[in-house]
Structure formats: C-alpha cells, structure tokens
DNA sequence: CCCTATGTTCCCAA
DNA sequence: CTTGGGAACATAGG
C-alpha cells in the first residue's frame, strides 16, 4: 500500500543495493506476469521514481514496478525459501528482491524501449508550485482531496497523506478545488512539502503491512494527525474527528477547524 | 455474514 | 466535458 514516501524509501534502498549489479536469474511466480529474457546479464544503469511508479534501467531495457495496494520489494542474501504470495524475484550476484503481493495487484513490466518516466510531470516531494496548483484547479468543482489524489496532478500523492496535509492545511477535504484560495493552496503545499518529507525520513507509514527493502516499519505512523483516528478528539480543537468517504476512500477529517 | 484496506481503471449516469 | 458512484481486480483481517 505504498503511498510516495513509502516508494522514495524504496528507491533510496534500491539505488544502494542493486546499482551496477548484474542480473542472474528472474523468476515469475504469477501467471498474470510476464517474463522477460532479454533481462539477463544486464546491470542496472540506474533506478528512477515517477510518483509511485519505479524504473530499474538497464541501459536500453528498462522494468517497470507498480505496487499497487498490497505490493512490497524485500532484498535478501538467499533465496531458497519462497515465502507466501511471492510474485516475482530478481536475483544478482550478491542477492535477490523479491516481490510479495497478496492481492495481485502488482504490476510488473519490461520494456526494451526508453524510460517513460523521464518525461513526467514535476515530483511534488521535491515541490509543488501553488499558483500552478491554484491555476491548475481553474473552475474544477470536484472536492479538493478528490484533487490531491488524481495522479495526474499530484504523482505520488495517496490517500493517508492527502488527509495529513489537508488537516495540517486546516482545509476541508470536502472543499471545490475552485474555491480554494491562493493563500490556501500557498498552506496545502507547504504542508505537503514539510509532511512528504518527514515521512520520507521516517521511511514511510506502517499502519499494518508496510515493510521497507529489508523488511523494517516505517516510524511515520507515530507521527498521524489525523488518519485513523475517527472519534478522537482533534489534535488542533475540541472537537471529534469524522471519517467519510471521497472518491470511494475513506476520508479523516476534523470538522471544527478544517474550513 | 458484514465491513475495511496506504491503488488504479473502466463503465455509466446525471 | 465534468463529476460522482459503483464495480472490478484479489485477498486478508477485524
């Protein structure tokens, strides 16, 4: 259920473990993936990130990952055992990743052309402009969060840290984009600035299943405002956090102070 | 049995 | 064209 700092963590991980390491042997559990020979023997060139999606370059060929809702990358020295809904492996010559995914949700795809990531919209961990942002939003009626979400605007942004920034914001989820203001989108990217990071440091959110490279939680969750906690009393006011839902995801909100 | 889930896409209706 | 709702994908857990 990897959100952008849980991908960034991931990243990282992989940039210190795999970069220039030579590709033995990959394996497909998963009939809905597809295996690639051409892989074999390749080192990777370099690992890049557009909002949740990573890129393993080989210098040509290129894998693409996805992990969706229940997906986790985990390195490991050896691989003889196969843990449960394992998806794929990639083995070097130091170790193997490995894919776990109970829900198959996961995407896994090679390419033999060019990064398609390259030509991606800025990364919002490494800042969103608020006029564009404010520009960007126009006349659009639909609920602000409904906004953060779409991937297209905001890459990376998931559903946990979309309710974080818009508490911290102290703007309601509920809100049309269009009527958000300058000075409100000026807050939102402030907050998504300062939150993204900090969760980045922390190595991403466990609330249940989040695991990094080499299977250690995440400290961010210490750090929630407002995610989770329907009913308790708001960090900010006194009064009870509500959750609805937007867009089909569950929303945590405080109705006192976020206007 | 019910409901929920850190994601995304597609179809349909207003 | 925009938006909102629901289903789909597939599985685990409360």
């Known amino acids: ?37 051409e892989m074999i023997g390749r080192r990777v060139r ?4 557009a909002g949740k999606e990573v890129e393993i ?27 449960p809904h394992t998806r794929f492996s990639i083995a070097f010559e130091n170790g193997e990743i490995i894919c776990i ?9 090679f390419r033999s052309g060019p990064s398609v990531l390259r030509s991606r919209p800025v990364d919002i961990l490494t800042g969103m402009d608020p006029r564009e942002i404010c520009n960007r939003a126009g006349r659009r009626r639909l609920p602000v969060k409904a906004l953060l979400l779409d991937q297209r605007d905001m890459p ?5 840290y979309a309710c974080e920034i ?15 203001t300058a000075a409100e989108w000026e807050a939102i990217a402030a907050a998504a600035g300062r939150i993204l990071k900090e969760a980045v440091l922390c190595r991403g959110t466990s609330i249940s299943d989040w695991r990094d490279l080499f299977g250690r939680p995440g400290e961010y969750q210490r750090r929630l405002q407002v995610y989770g906690r329907e009913g308790k009393t708001c960090l ?14 569950g929303t945590y ?3 006192g102070c976020q206007k």
Not at 64 to 83: N, Q, T
Not at 156 to 160: A, E, R
């Open 156 to 160: 990376g942004m998931g559903n946990i």
């Open 46 to 49: 370099e690992i890049r990130r």
């Open 57 to 83: 370059d080989l210098g040509g060929p290129v894998i693409h990952i996805h992990l969706r809702m229940s997906g986790r990358l985990f390195w490991r020295r050896s691989g003889d055992l196969i843990p």
């Open 236 to 249: 900010r006011c006194a009064a009870r956090i509500e959750r609805r839902k937007i867009g089909g995801r």
């Open 166 to 180: 818009l508490f911290e914001a102290a703007v309601s989820p509920w809100r049309r984009a269009c009527d958000v």
């Open 253 to 255: 909100f405080c109705p």
């Open 101 to 109: 995914d109970p829900r198959r949700f996961a995407t896994l795809t």
């Open 1 to 37: 259920m990897p959100e952008l700092p849980e991908v960034e963590t991931l990243l990282r991980q992989l940039r210190q473990t795999i970069t220039s390491e030579k590709i033995c042997e990959v394996r497909i559990y998963d009939e809905k993936l597809v295996r690639f020979p």
